[in-house]
């Protein structure tokens, strides 16, 4: 697929159906990817912090918003071929994907954890939630949490805990994350329960 350089940044040029067949790839084939879906507010901070750049660039990028169409469209005169962003991305993926997966839900505080984990499955009842963890643990637990999650080998790890802190969760603990796909979902946890 083509890609844009936004920065240090390299973003994935793919049209909807694109991004899930590559989700649904990699799944299929149990090759383990990282995704990262990139807005202005993702841009800016990568732009300013070239640590959390270098995390970025160990993902695969894609684009969400006009944040990531306007600076496409200033450094290159073009722009992404569809908007991806995760709350329509997500559902999309799981309405779509015709695989049964074992979902993990990470991140959001716990009420609204608990009303997206209802929510999503009784919405896409194909797929089965193993298990969730709200996003608002200290550092010391993440790798007793890493290690639940990883007993539970789950196709699709969604991690809901904001830019930077979900992309940097994913980088740092790839190693000890036994998940096939992880993406860092932003808020969406606090929309599918709103
Ligand atoms: N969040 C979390 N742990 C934290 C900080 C945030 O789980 O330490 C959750 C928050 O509850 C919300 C989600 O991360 O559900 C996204 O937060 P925010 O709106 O700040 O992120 P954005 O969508 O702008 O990336």
């Known amino acids: 697929a083509g890609r844009l350089a936004i920065g240090s940044l390299d973003i994935l040029c793919l049209k909807r159906e694109a991004a899930i067949g590559l989700i649904r790839s990699a799944i299929s084939r149990g090759l383990k990817t990282d995704i990262a879906i990139c807005n202005a507010h993702t841009l800016v901070t990568a732009f300013e912090d070239p640590d959390y750049a270098q995390t970025l660039n160990k993902m695969v990028l894609l684009n969400d918003g006009i944040g990531a169409d306007l600076a496409a469209r200033f450094l290159h005169g073009t722009r992404f071929p569809e908007n991806l962003n995760g709350t329509d991305l997500i559902p999309a993926l799981l309405e ?6 074992r979902i993990y839900l990470l991140g959001a505080a ?31 637990e993440s790798d007793r949490i890493c290690a639940e999650i990883s007993a539970l080998r789950p196709d699709l790890l969604l991690v809901a805990m904001g830019n930077p802190k979900q992309e940097r969760f994913i980088v740092q603990n790839r190693p ?12 969406l946890f606090d929309f599918l329960s709103g």
Do not use: K, N, Q
Not at 176 to 187: E, K, Y
């Open 96 to 101: 779509e994907i015709g695989l049964p997966l």
């Open 176 to 187: 000890f994350l036994d998940a096939t796909v992880t993406i860092g979902v932003g808020a």
């Open 110 to 140: 716990p009420a609204a954890l608990a009303e997206a984990r209802a929510a999503i499955g009784e919405r896409f009842p194909d797929h089965r939630i193993v298990g969730s963890c709200d996003g608002y643990f200290s550092s010391t």
